[in-house]
């Protein structure tokens, strides 16, 4: 196939070409004039599968051939050369190894690291000791490095390092898959260089970016037939721009960086690199422009030296659309309106892009079309139905069950699907309004039982599974991995299958439950390495292992609509491509932090830079904007702030913007023209037909519907926000609780109110208790009764200690003059000409030496002016009004000395209701008339009438639709039938 050669035979395809169709063409070529079986000698390797399938796919194509022995790098590990290297060991047993170990060094230096970290410091370990194989790099070359500026850091580091080292030094026992795979390439060196094959050998697609990768190319360059071909070789690089590019620390983010090294390691220059199979390209101009623009730093010189050599750019980059669009969402928008026409016109469309959240975007705008694009990367196991269910399941090991998790699960969709699920979250909808209304935290056994034994038998037969398999589950302390595991499987497919006796429901089924039981038999293949954990870092672990997942399925998307990563790209040709999300920090990513070695550490210890990944993008990019047709998109802002333009980005519009007597600066703008005609279009197409905002409300219900009863809490907000009466009591509407009842403003006051009731009632029969002691000692007991937040508790405990002086001295002073006869007692008075009914419970009632009443209130927060008292806040001045008329249980009329707030906030204040201002008779009257008003069936309700704050919330706000209207607009009064 090849002539004999003194040197190595090491071909290039250009930037744009079509990776395997070049090659699959080059290699008809060569062999058009020769006998089929001798191009089934051929042996081809490549570096992925997908790759793999594309060349087959082209063959199959025609005309009829033998094909020739298409490989993987893996399959040597299958060889009979590497028969007696020992397997490789699964990644999960090293990582669980390392955490076992590292969690001991955790236990005895805490400082070294968080707890939390357990599976990714273990995770980076191996990966850096995997590096290290792969890369020919030993532990004593790690220990040598000069760490005079890193001591802190290293110090560390080299805790850590000494469990790595016992690992490296058994490495060649116990491999892992990196490690193995360098062995079973070394071996094969080996025997090639003893009996080298005589046969075509021909290595395709690798840049050589890794060390394994490296020596089997090394390999098969010295073999008679042996023939390397690169992928996006740019053969427009001058020399002087090659012989720039040998310093790793300054060039290896350069595209071509990897080729310069690779004819470094072979003794060749880059002119000695031979065309596979031609240079037709889509635009050979716009390979040169992309050159120019990505050539090493310092540029700016070469672009005025070459720059204006470079002719015909408008239509190099004709078909070239810059969009960059104000969003993310835009930008996704734009993306699927194209691939969409794709779809449309027959083309063969690649979204290239390594930014998750822009292709799920994508994806989800692409469905308005019932469109599902075939995504290499598939959907995270972790955000997957069966991987959200068994992270949840977890938890129930890790902590008391609460309301939150009951119901997540309850509703997760994989709960009870065996049979029955309809009748489930009919069950599961009537105890979720249960547990809302009572505020309820905790679901305990018996409150769930007590909810069931009122209902039907089969309600109660379901509650009865529901306490089995989700009450008192927490398995505290340290446990076998194993157990641990079984443990939570086991539990996990009860809930899937709900009440059926046996099976898993729908757990394990479709393709994300089949990756599940992948990774669950993995887990489980590997749980003896694990040994004791407890439930916190199991938990994390199990999510952590669970993240790494993927679920693909090959068949479901459409098969001209594809979205790929880098990798993909590197090797796939299409009609159209779409690299999205060029900003930096997206493209190129930003280096992961090595929390190992810095990145001059690295360079002298041969391993690899963070730059090769940048370098690797950059190939990337020039190869794929050299397709036949090319969308370059951005957004200009981030949900946190505005973004930066990919370097690569800038340099291109830079270089064309700067080289206006070569048609650069137009030809910029009609790429941007072009993705702004797209954005119009997406414009178009998110423009909906305006809708009239609402009016501010006031509705005028008939009289027979209007308010029959009130208490005196609710007259404030009959004055402030009447609306909120309205749909309280003529609507007769409840806000649902939250599922979680936390420590707010209204459970501390209901636990002050207990505290001060029940003190105040026993200094009444043992007067000696009226002491601060006894007052903190008290509110210990309440609190810890009644809030089960320790953070809560013990700040609230510290407030009632800061008000326990105020209120004791207050206690005194009041009780020279009066004492309590009556805590929390009930009140009704009734206006019979309105049919109206006002109801009132005054935390406590005190009676003067004279027989007068002092009726007193208890505030948590800051008590209401007098002002306040005189037109909005009227509690205290309706129930003195009330007393006097006798409406208060069990006390006859009396006249009225005071009625006092007694403020306990931050700042203890005594606020006295104006009984002077107004007289109760006075309140009474200009009650009457507040209630008459809205008596009249030609008064309205209205929304927010004299709210004290525009910051106020309501809890009918959003039913009165506010927002669309604002306190400065008129009512509009509305007849409600």
């Given at each position: 196939?090849?002539?004999?050669?003194?040197?190595?035979r090491?071909f290039?395809?250009?930037v744009?070409a079509d990776?395997p169709?070049n090659l699959?063409?080059?290699?008809?070529?060569?062999?058009s004039?020769r006998?089929p079986?001798?191009?089934a000698?051929v042996?081809?390797i490549?570096n992925t599968r997908?790759?793999e399938?594309?060349?087959r796919?082209i063959?199959?194509q025609?005309p009829p051939t033998?094909?020739p022995r298409?490989r993987l790098l893996?399959d040597?590990?299958?060889?009979?050369?590497?028969?007696?290297i020992p397997?490789?060991?699964?990644?999960?047993?090293k990582?669980?190894?390392?955490?076992?170990?590292?969690s001991?060094?955790l236990d005895?230096?805490p400082?070294?690291a968080a707890?939390a970290?357990?599976?990714?410091l273990?995770?980076?370990?191996?990966?850096?000791m995997?590096e290290?194989?792969?890369?020919g790099v030993?532990p004593?070359?790690?220990?040598?490095?000069?760490?005079?500026?890193?001591?802190?850091?290293?110090e560390?580091?080299?805790t850590?390092?000494?469990?790595?080292?016992?690992?490296?030094?058994?490495v060649?026992?116990?491999?892992?898959?990196?490690t193995?795979?360098?062995?079973?390439i070394?071996?094969?060196?080996?025997?090639?260089a003893?009996?080298?094959?005589?046969?075509p050998v021909?290595?395709?697609g690798s840049?050589g970016s890794?060390?394994t990768?490296?020596?089997?190319m090394?390999a098969?360059?010295r073999?008679p037939q042996?023939a390397i071909?690169?992928?996006?070789?740019?053969?427009?690089?001058?020399d002087h721009v090659?012989?720039a590019l040998g310093?790793a620390?300054s060039?290896?983010?350069h595209?071509q960086?990897?080729?310069?090294r690779?004819m470094?390691?072979?003794?060749m220059q880059?002119?000695?690199v031979?065309?596979w199979?031609g240079?037709?390209v889509?635009?050979?101009t716009r390979?040169?422009?992309v050159?120019l623009a990505?050539?090493?730093a310092?540029v700016?010189d070469?672009?005025?030296?070459?720059g204006?050599?470079l002719?015909g750019?408008?239509d190099?980059v004709s078909?070239?659309?810059?969009l960059e669009?104000?969003?993310?969402?835009?930008?996704a928008?734009?993306i699927a309106m194209r691939l969409?026409?794709?779809?449309?016109d027959?083309q063969?469309?690649a979204l290239?892009?390594?930014d998750r959240?822009?292709t799920r975007?994508?994806t989800a705008a692409l469905?308005?079309?019932d469109?599902t694009?075939?995504?290499?990367a598939?959907?995270?196991?972790?955000?997957?139905?069966?991987g959200?269910f068994?992270r949840?399941?977890s938890?129930l090991?890790?902590?008391k069950?609460?309301?939150e998790?009951?119901l997540t699960?309850?509703k997760h969709?994989?709960?009870?699907?065996?049979?029955?699920?309809g009748d489930h979250?009919?069950?599961t909808?009537e105890?979720e309004l249960?547990v809302?209304?009572?505020g309820l935290?905790?679901?305990q056994?018996?409150?769930l039982?007590?909810?069931a034994?009122?209902?039907d038998p089969?309600?109660?037969?379901w509650a009865?599974?529901?306490?089995?398999?989700?009450?008192?589950?927490?398995?505290?302390?340290e446990?076998?991995f194993?157990?641990?595991?079984?443990g939570?499987?086991?539990?996990?497919?009860?809930?899937?299958?709900?009440?059926?006796p046996e099976g898993?429901?729908e757990?394990?089924?479709?393709?994300?439950?089949r990756e599940?039981?992948?990774?669950?038999?993995?887990l489980r293949?590997?749980?003896?390495y694990?040994?004791?954990?407890?439930?916190?870092?199991y938990s994390d672990l199990f999510g952590a292992v669970i993240?790494n997942g993927?679920?693909r399925d090959?068949d479901?998307?459409?098969?001209?609509i594809l979205?790929w990563?880098?990798?993909e790209?590197r090797?796939q040709g299409?009609?159209?491509v779409?690299?999205?999300?060029?900003?930096e920090?997206?493209?190129?990513e930003?280096p992961s932090?090595?929390p190992?070695l810095?990145?001059?550490?690295?360079?002298?210890?041969g391993l690899l830079?963070?730059?090769?990944?940048?370098g690797?993008?950059?190939?990337d990019?020039?190869?794929?904007?050299g397709?036949?047709e090319?969308?370059?998109t951005?957004?200009?802002?981030s949900?946190?702030?505005?973004?930066?333009?990919s370097?690569?980005?800038?340099?291109?519009t830079?270089l064309m913007?700067g080289?206006?007597?070569?048609?650069?600066d137009t030809?910029?703008?009609?790429?941007?023209?072009?993705?702004s005609n797209?954005l119009?279009?997406v414009?178009?197409?998110?423009?909906i037909n305006?809708?009239?905002?609402?009016?501010?409300?006031?509705?005028?219900?008939?009289?027979?519907?209007?308010?029959?009863q009130l208490?005196v809490?609710e007259?404030?907000?009959?004055?402030r926000?009447?609306?909120?009466i309205?749909a309280?009591?003529v609507?007769r509407?409840?806000?649902?609780n939250?599922l979680?009842?936390t420590?707010d403003a209204?459970?501390?006051?209901?636990v002050?109110?207990?505290?001060?009731?029940t003190?105040?009632?026993e200094?009444?029969?043992?007067p000696?208790n009226?002491t601060?002691?006894?007052l903190?000692?008290?509110a210990?007991?309440?609190l810890?009764e009644?809030?089960p937040?320790p953070a809560?508790?013990a700040?609230?405990?510290?407030?009632?200690e800061?008000?326990?002086g105020?209120?004791v001295?207050?206690e005194?002073?009041?009780?020279?003059t009066a004492?309590?006869?009556?805590h929390?007692r009930q009140?009704k008075?009734r206006i019979?000409?309105?049919?109206?009914?006002l109801t009132?419970?005054?935390?406590?009632?005190?009676?003067?030496?004279d027989?007068q009443?002092?009726l007193?209130?208890?505030?948590?927060?800051?008590?209401p002016?007098?002002?306040?008292?005189?037109y909005?806040?009227?509690?205290?001045?309706l129930?003195?009004?009330?007393?006097?008329?006798?409406?208060?249980?069990?006390i006859?009329?009396?006249d009225v000395?005071?009625a006092?707030?007694?403020g306990?906030?931050?700042t203890p204040?005594?606020?006295?209701?104006?009984l002077?201002k107004?007289?109760?008779?006075q309140?009474?009257?200009?009650?009457?008339?507040l209630i008459g008003h809205?008596?009249?069936?030609d008064?309205?309700?209205?929304?927010?009438?004299?709210i004290?704050?525009?910051?106020?919330?309501?809890d009918?706000?959003?039913?009165?639709?506010f927002?669309?209207?604002d306190?400065?607009?008129?009512?509009?009064p509305?007849?409600?039938?």
């Amino acid at each position: 196939m090849f002539e004999p050669s003194d040197k190595p035979r090491v071909f290039g395809i250009p930037v744009g070409a079509d990776f395997p169709k070049n090659l699959a063409e080059g290699l008809r070529a060569r062999f058009s004039d020769r006998p089929p079986e001798e191009f089934a000698r051929v042996e081809l390797i490549v570096n992925t599968r997908r790759m793999e399938r594309r060349i087959r796919e082209i063959f199959d194509q025609g005309p009829p051939t033998l094909l020739p022995r298409i490989r993987l790098l893996s399959d040597f590990g299958r060889a009979t050369h590497a028969h007696d290297i020992p397997p490789p060991v699964p990644p999960l047993r090293k990582r669980f190894e390392l955490i076992r170990l590292i969690s001991q060094l955790l236990d005895a230096q805490p400082d070294l690291a968080a707890r939390a970290s357990l599976y990714d410091l273990a995770d980076s370990l191996a990966a850096l000791m995997s590096e290290m194989s792969g890369e020919g790099v030993t532990p004593d070359t790690i220990e040598a490095l000069d760490v005079s500026d890193q001591s802190g850091h290293w110090e560390r580091a080299k805790t850590f390092f000494g469990i790595a080292r016992d690992f490296l030094e058994s490495v060649d026992d116990t491999p892992d898959a990196e490690t193995r795979q360098r062995l079973v390439i070394e071996r094969l060196t080996e025997e090639w260089a003893l009996n080298p094959p005589q046969h075509p050998v021909i290595l395709a697609g690798s840049t050589g970016s890794r060390g394994t990768m490296m020596l089997l190319m090394q390999a098969i360059a010295r073999l008679p037939q042996g023939a390397i071909v690169l992928p996006g070789f740019d053969f427009e690089t001058p020399d002087h721009v090659w012989d720039a590019l040998g310093d790793a620390l300054s060039s290896e983010d350069h595209p071509q960086f990897r080729f310069r090294r690779l004819m470094d390691i072979l003794g060749m220059q880059p002119n000695d690199v031979v065309p596979w199979h031609g240079l037709d390209v889509p635009s050979e101009t716009r390979n040169r422009l992309v050159s120019l623009a990505l050539r090493p730093a310092p540029v700016t010189d070469q672009w005025l030296a070459e720059g204006p050599n470079l002719t015909g750019i408008e239509d190099a980059v004709s078909d070239v659309t810059l969009l960059e669009a104000s969003s993310m969402r835009e930008e996704a928008i734009a993306i699927a309106m194209r691939l969409r026409q794709a779809a449309e016109d027959g083309q063969t469309a690649a979204l290239i892009t390594p930014d998750r959240m822009l292709t799920r975007q994508v994806t989800a705008a692409l469905d308005r079309w019932d469109i599902t694009p075939d995504d290499s990367a598939g959907q995270p196991l972790q955000l997957s139905p069966p991987g959200r269910f068994l992270r949840h399941v977890s938890r129930l090991f890790q902590q008391k069950l609460t309301s939150e998790m009951l119901l997540t699960l309850l509703k997760h969709p994989l709960t009870h699907s065996a049979e029955g699920r309809g009748d489930h979250l009919l069950r599961t909808r009537e105890l979720e309004l249960y547990v809302r209304r009572k505020g309820l935290t905790y679901p305990q056994p018996d409150i769930l039982q007590a909810w069931a034994a009122a209902r039907d038998p089969e309600d109660q037969t379901w509650a009865a599974w529901l306490v089995s398999v989700f009450c008192d589950q927490e398995m505290p302390g340290e446990c076998d991995f194993a157990v641990r595991l079984e443990g939570h499987i086991s539990l996990a497919e009860r809930i899937a299958r709900g009440q059926v006796p046996e099976g898993s429901g729908e757990l394990w089924e479709k393709a994300a439950g089949r990756e599940a039981a992948k990774l669950v038999a993995q887990l489980r293949e590997n749980a003896q390495y694990a040994g004791p954990i407890s439930v916190s870092d199991y938990s994390d672990l199990f999510g952590a292992v669970i993240a790494n997942g993927e679920v693909r399925d090959r068949d479901e998307g459409h098969p001209n609509i594809l979205i790929w990563g880098t990798l993909e790209a590197r090797v796939q040709g299409a009609d159209l491509v779409i690299l999205g999300g060029l900003n930096e920090g997206s493209w190129p990513e930003a280096p992961s932090p090595d929390p190992w070695l810095n990145r001059k550490m690295r360079h002298d210890a041969g391993l690899l830079l963070p730059e090769r990944r940048i370098g690797l993008s950059a190939h990337d990019f020039q190869q794929a904007i050299g397709a036949p047709e090319v969308w370059l998109t951005r957004s200009i802002r981030s949900d946190e702030a505005e973004t930066v333009p990919s370097r690569w980005i800038n340099r291109l519009t830079n270089l064309m913007s700067g080289l206006p007597g070569q048609g650069g600066d137009t030809a910029l703008q009609g790429m941007r023209q072009r993705g702004s005609n797209w954005l119009k279009l997406v414009a178009a197409l998110e423009d909906i037909n305006p809708v009239e905002p609402a009016k501010r409300p006031s509705p005028r219900p008939p009289e027979v519907s209007r308010p029959k009863q009130l208490s005196v809490t609710e007259i404030k907000r009959l004055i402030r926000d009447p609306y909120a009466i309205y749909a309280k009591h003529v609507l007769r509407l409840r806000p649902l609780n939250s599922l979680m009842k936390t420590p707010d403003a209204l459970l501390r006051g209901i636990v002050v109110h207990e505290v001060l009731e029940t003190f105040v009632k026993e200094v009444s029969e043992t007067p000696e208790n009226l002491t601060e002691a006894r007052l903190t000692e008290i509110a210990h007991d309440v609190l810890a009764e009644n809030v089960p937040w320790p953070a809560a508790r013990a700040l609230w405990q510290a407030r009632i200690e800061r008000v326990a002086g105020h209120f004791v001295q207050g206690e005194q002073r009041r009780r020279e003059t009066a004492a309590p006869i009556a805590h929390e007692r009930q009140a009704k008075s009734r206006i019979d000409a309105l049919d109206f009914t006002l109801t009132a419970k005054a935390d406590r009632v005190d009676a003067t030496n004279d027989g007068q009443l002092i009726l007193y209130d208890y505030k948590t927060g800051r008590p209401p002016s007098q002002d306040e008292q005189l037109y909005f806040d009227k509690q205290l001045l309706l129930e003195a009004a009330m007393a006097e008329q006798g409406g208060f249980d069990d006390i006859d009329p009396t006249d009225v000395a005071a009625a006092i707030y007694l403020g306990l906030g931050s700042t203890p204040k005594d606020e006295p209701a104006p009984l002077e201002k107004t007289p109760a008779a006075q309140v009474w009257d200009e009650f009457i008339q507040l209630i008459g008003h809205y008596a009249d069936a030609d008064n309205g309700f209205t929304s927010r009438r004299a709210i004290h704050s525009d910051r106020d919330v309501g809890d009918f706000d959003q039913l009165a639709r506010f927002g669309e209207w604002d306190i400065t607009d008129d009512p509009m009064p509305e007849d409600v039938k």
